[in-house]
Nanobody, 121 residues
Framework: QVHLRESGGGSVQTGGSLRLSCAFS????????MAWFRQVPGKGRQGVAG???????TYAESVKGRFTLSKDWATNTLFLQMDNLSPEDTAVYYC???????????????WGQGTQVTVSS
């Protein structure tokens, strides 16, 4: 069973930076996909950045050039460095995990508890 523990949310002003962390434990020997999603009230969760077992990283168009996804294999932690933040980035950010095989993600997704990011103008 996989557990996700998120940290790093908070409040910043426009142009500021935050770094989100998602530490996972449990099935660390499996191949897996991991990603960050975000959600604002009244809307569904949207993908922000993610990576699969082949290491390719993808970003939502709205965050390209501002957000950087990275992973620390030694500590089984996924990071999302968020720079040049704007009020449109305000949301609850969720970490996401699924098994992976041959570049595809499969199985029941595991979600973190969410961390609030608030950007003021």
């Amino acid at each position: 069973q996989v557990h996700l523990r998120e940290s790093g949310g908070g409040s910043v002003q426009t142009g500021g930076s935050l770094r989100l962390s998602c530490a996972f434990s449990g099935d660390t020997d499996s191949r897996y996909c991991m990603a960050w999603f975000r959600q604002v009230p009244g809307k569904g969760r949207q993908g922000v950045a993610g990576t699969g077992n082949y290491g390719r990283i993808t970003y939502a168009e709205s965050v390209k050039g501002r957000f950087t996804l990275s992973k620390d294999w030694a500590t089984n932690t996924l990071f999302l460095q968020m720079d040049n933040l704007s009020p449109e980035d305000t949301a609850v950010y969720y970490c996401w995990w699924r098994h992976a095989s041959a570049g595809n993600c499969y199985g029941e997704p595991v979600w973190g508890q969410g961390t609030q990011v608030t950007v003021s103008s």
